[in-house]
T-cell receptor
């Protein structure tokens, strides 16, 4: 069965530092891949998505992610963290066929220190 | 463009009771998915509705049921509530049945079962 694993339930960085949130998927066929952000007491908002084509995907708020098929990974990065980036981040995957079921990882909470 | 709205935002029930949660999908979206997000976890897929028919279901018992109406709004019903049903219930609408694109989430209904 397909699954999404996010390494690290909590990540803490200093303001201005690199943000790296890790995501690996398990699937024989690479799925569509997404990163969502959730702020306290809110729903999820799409940051970026990979469907086909270029493996480096740029999203909102300066985030980007790179799809690496050989590593079954889709890590999220941002060159310089801002205090407003503090939130919960979820990696998600949707299979190409019978794709009604989007699977989410357990989430990584990002803390940004001043 | 009207986003996804959910009601109620918070509610408290006791074990054995029944609850109905409501969702209005984003304008033009014909697919609605429901997710359960327990505290500290990622969203878990409950089921999806496409044009008033169930289009897929996750690992939830039959006491979790749903409806989609001709205007594409939706309800999630949970019977015989258990303590473990306490969670944030998220509704997400999308443009296509296969969820290849973005899921648009509401802010959720937080259910507490005592």
């Amino acid at each position: 069965a397909q699954s999404v694993t996010q390494l690290g339930s909590h990540v803490s960085v200093s303001e201005g530092a690199l943000v790296l949130l890790r995501c690996n998927y398990s699937s024989s066929v690479p799925p569509y891949l997404f990163w969502y952000v959730q702020y306290p007491n809110q729903g999820l908002q799409l940051l970026l998505k990979y469907t086909t084509g270029a493996t480096l995907v740029k999203g909102i708020n300066g985030f980007e992610a790179e799809f690496k098929k050989s590593e079954t990974s889709f890590h999220l990065t941002k060159p310089s963290a801002h205090m407003s980036d503090a939130a919960e981040y979820f990696c998600a995957a949707t299979p190409h066929t019978g794709g009604f079921k989007t699977i989410f990882g357990a989430g990584t909470r990002l803390f940004v220190k001043a | 463009e009207t986003g996804v709205t959910q009601s109620p935002t918070h509610l408290i029930k006791t074990r054995g009771q029944q609850v109905t949660l409501r969702c209005s999908s984003q304008s033009g979206h014909n697919t609605v998915s429901w997710y359960q997000q327990a505290l500290g976890q990622g969203p878990q897929f409950i089921f999806q509705y496409y044009r008033e028919e169930e289009n897929g279901r996750g690992n939830f018992p039959p006491r979790f049921s749903g409806l989609q109406f001709p205007n594409y709004s939706s309800e999630l019903n949970v019977n015989a509530l258990e303590l473990d049903d306490s969670a944030l219930y998220l509704c997400a609408s999308s443009l296509d049945r296969e969820n290849t694109g973005e899921l648009f989430f509401g802010e959720g209904s937080r259910l507490t079962v005592l």
